[in-house]
């Protein structure tokens, strides 16, 4: 049976716990997504942070926590197409960050968590950042959302308008009432919602990406700058969600999800993790991830293994009974971890990308890093333009051992070295042409450096 056959009988009669995830009989359960915009994994309480997020933490004391979960991508649009179609976003068309001025995006070809929830039923709605694309065809409502209440863009592009579905709802926007204005919104339409036809809620916050800009109530607040000023506002957030459900008897059978898309900008902590936003280091990908669901996810939880947000997808067609997308995807159905009944699944090869370029590839415990840009996506270029050059050697990192990915054990493990990269190989026949094409590019230019002896041929094995 091949992975698709078993994710589509899994889908359709999976146990969870010795009990079906939702009987016949059962209404499925509400789904709410939250999602952080540039959060750090070492930024909330729970994951070790100074800044005071008892609204979170309160939902992983009653929730599980995930150590390792990982984000599709270092910046937001590919992050965000990737979570929300279970597949890589360089197979998706959305290999970097879209600007007002695109004139593609997420394609309606697509079939998205909330097009997947909509054909079993569930009413569909995002609320705050949408980030995949502004012109018709392209939008919330293009992708499976029947309500969508947000921002086309972030919040650092411009023209900057708050939509209500296809229209304008708020110019000028106050960047210091969006947080405020996505939670009443999020909060109305829980209150809004009836027993008897489930929903999902992907509730995208603008917040801690910057420009900053905390609600008055809460600067000065964390003691922490502008910067802890609006996670904690982001906290509040959570808990008047929470109260919400709480309020319309919602509370027990809703999944709640909070993770971010990618690590932290300019301010925000990555610790104890090496790199930032826009890099492929694991600060730059690897995310809090909390889930609760009362009764069906173990409460105050640590799962040591790894997910990611190419996961998501899956999992939610499992516990919803929605059949899974056509398109092959590159996520799996992580119930079990949820549930406690196991730490870990193997994901085989997960790869991190910048752009067209795989730059990283994770397998088990290992970490090989092959490739970098000469240049931060966020600064001038240099005259030879920003180009993606290969490592002298590639590095090996074991991430159990090393999480901060400070010791390069290349050396000792060339067979791990060698099996990767030809897992890598294999991978990439699979995907796109500007996939590969940008691969023999980058084994291209290391043949060329090696050969003028610009790089040292790697040791033999």
Same mark, same amino acid.
């Given at each position: 049976?091949?992975?698709?056959? &078993?994710?589509?009988?899994?889908?359709?009669?999976?146990?969870?716990?010795?009990?079906?995830?939702?009987?016949a009989?059962?209404?499925?359960?509400?789904?709410?997504?939250?999602?952080?915009?540039?959060?750090?994994y070492g930024?909330?309480?729970?994951?070790?942070s100074?800044?005071?997020?008892?609204?979170?933490?309160?939902? @992983?004391?009653e929730? *599980?926590?995930?150590?390792?979960?990982?984000?599709a991508?270092?910046?937001?649009?590919?992050?965000?197409a990737?979570?929300?179609?279970?597949?890589?976003?360089?197979?998706?068309?959305?290999?970097?960050?879209?600007?007002?001025w695109?004139?593609?995006?997420?394609s309606?070809?697509?079939?998205?968590?909330?097009?997947?929830l909509?054909?079993?039923?569930y009413?569909?709605?995002?609320?705050g950042?949408?980030?995949?694309?502004?012109?018709?065809? &392209?939008?919330?409502n293009?992708?499976?959302f029947?309500?969508f209440?947000?921002?086309?863009?972030?919040?650092?592009?411009?023209?900057?308008?708050?939509l209500?579905n296809?229209?304008?709802?708020?110019?000028?926007v106050?960047?210091?009432?969006?947080?405020?204005?996505?939670t009443?919104?999020?909060? *109305?339409?829980?209150?809004?919602?009836?027993?008897?036809?489930p929903?999902?809620?992907?509730?995208?916050?603008?917040?801690p990406?910057?420009?900053?800009?905390?609600g008055?109530? &809460?600067?000065?607040?964390?003691r922490?700058?502008?910067?802890?000023?609006?996670?904690?506002?982001?906290?509040?957030?959570?808990?008047?969600?929470?109260?919400?459900?709480?309020? *319309?008897?919602f509370?027990d059978?809703t999944?709640v999800?909070?993770?971010?898309?990618?690590?932290?900008w300019?301010?925000?902590?990555?610790?104890?993790?090496?790199?930032r936003?826009?890099?492929?280091?694991?600060?730059?990908?690897?995310?809090?991830?909390?889930?609760?669901?009362?009764?069906?996810?173990?409460?105050?939880?640590?799962?040591?293994?790894?997910?990611?947000?190419?996961?998501i997808?899956?999992?939610?067609?499992?516990i919803?009974?929605?059949?899974?997308?056509?398109?092959?995807?590159?996520?799996?159905?992580?119930t079990?971890?949820? *549930?406690?009944?196991?730490?870990?699944?193997?994901?085989?090869? &997960?790869?991190?990308?910048?752009?067209?370029q795989?730059?990283?590839?994770?397998?088990g415990?290992?970490?090989?890093?092959?490739?970098r840009?000469?240049?931060?996506?966020?600064?001038?270029?240099?005259?030879?333009?920003?180009?993606?050059?290969?490592?002298?050697k590639?590095?090996?990192?074991?991430?159990?051992?090393?999480?901060?990915e400070?010791?390069?054990?290349?050396s000792d493990?060339?067979d791990?070295v060698?099996?990767?990269?030809?897992?890598?190989?294999? @991978?990439?026949?699979?995907?796109p042409?500007?996939?590969?094409?940008a691969?023999?590019?980058?084994?291209?230019?290391?043949?060329?450096a090696?050969?003028?002896?610009?790089?040292?041929a @790697?040791?033999?094995?």
């Amino acid at each position: 049976m091949n992975r698709r056959s &078993f994710l589509q009988t899994a889908a359709a009669g999976m146990v969870w716990g010795g009990a079906r995830v939702a009987r016949a009989q059962d209404r499925p359960p509400n789904i709410v997504l939250i999602l952080a915009d540039d959060l750090g994994y070492g930024d909330i309480g729970c994951y070790g942070s100074r800044i005071k997020t008892p609204n979170i933490d309160q939902l @992983a004391k009653e929730g *599980s926590r995930i150590q390792q979960f990982y984000a599709a991508s270092a910046v937001c649009s590919p992050s965000r197409a990737g979570l929300l179609t279970g597949r890589y976003p360089v197979r998706v068309g959305v290999p970097n960050v879209m600007f007002p001025w695109d004139t593609k995006g997420l394609s309606s070809a697509e079939t998205s968590i909330a097009g997947m929830l909509r054909n079993v039923g569930y009413q569909t709605a995002l609320i705050g950042k949408w980030h995949l694309g502004g012109k018709p065809g &392209f939008q919330p409502n293009d992708n499976g959302f029947d309500e969508f209440y947000g921002l086309l863009y972030s919040h650092d592009m411009y023209p900057l308008r708050v939509l209500h579905n296809r229209d304008v709802a708020v110019d000028p926007v106050d960047l210091s009432t969006l947080t405020k204005q996505f939670t009443d919104q999020a909060t *109305s339409y829980i209150r809004s919602r009836t027993p008897d036809v489930p929903f999902f809620l992907y509730m995208a916050h603008t917040a801690p990406h910057i420009p900053l800009w905390p609600g008055k109530q &809460f600067r000065r607040k964390s003691r922490l700058g502008l910067y802890g000023d609006t996670v904690m506002e982001m906290d509040w957030s959570v808990g008047e969600i929470m109260r919400a459900l709480e309020e *319309s008897g919602f509370e027990d059978n809703t999944l709640v999800i909070f993770t971010s898309d990618n690590g932290p900008w300019y301010q925000g902590s990555a610790a104890p993790l090496r790199g930032r936003k826009g890099e492929t280091y694991d600060g730059g990908l690897r995310e809090p991830f909390i889930a609760r669901w009362p009764g069906r996810i173990p409460a105050d939880r640590i799962c040591p293994g790894m997910a990611t947000m190419l996961d998501i997808l899956p999992t939610l067609a499992n516990i919803c009974s929605a059949p899974l997308p056509e398109k092959p995807l590159d996520g799996i159905d992580i119930t079990t971890m949820l *549930s406690g009944d196991a730490d870990q699944i193997d994901h085989g090869l &997960f790869l991190y990308f910048d752009l067209w370029q795989l730059q990283c590839a994770r397998y088990g415990n290992w970490k090989l890093h092959i490739s970098r840009y000469n240049s931060p996506p966020w600064i001038p270029p240099p005259p030879e333009g920003r180009l993606n050059l290969p490592l002298p050697k590639p590095e090996l990192y074991d991430l159990d051992a090393d999480p901060e990915e400070g010791y390069d054990v290349s050396s000792d493990n060339l067979d791990i070295v060698a099996d990767i990269m030809a897992r890598v190989n294999d @991978a990439l026949y699979g995907m796109p042409d500007q996939v590969r094409s940008a691969w023999q590019d980058t084994m291209r230019r290391k043949v060329e450096a090696t050969e003028v002896g610009a790089l040292p041929a @790697a040791p033999p094995p």
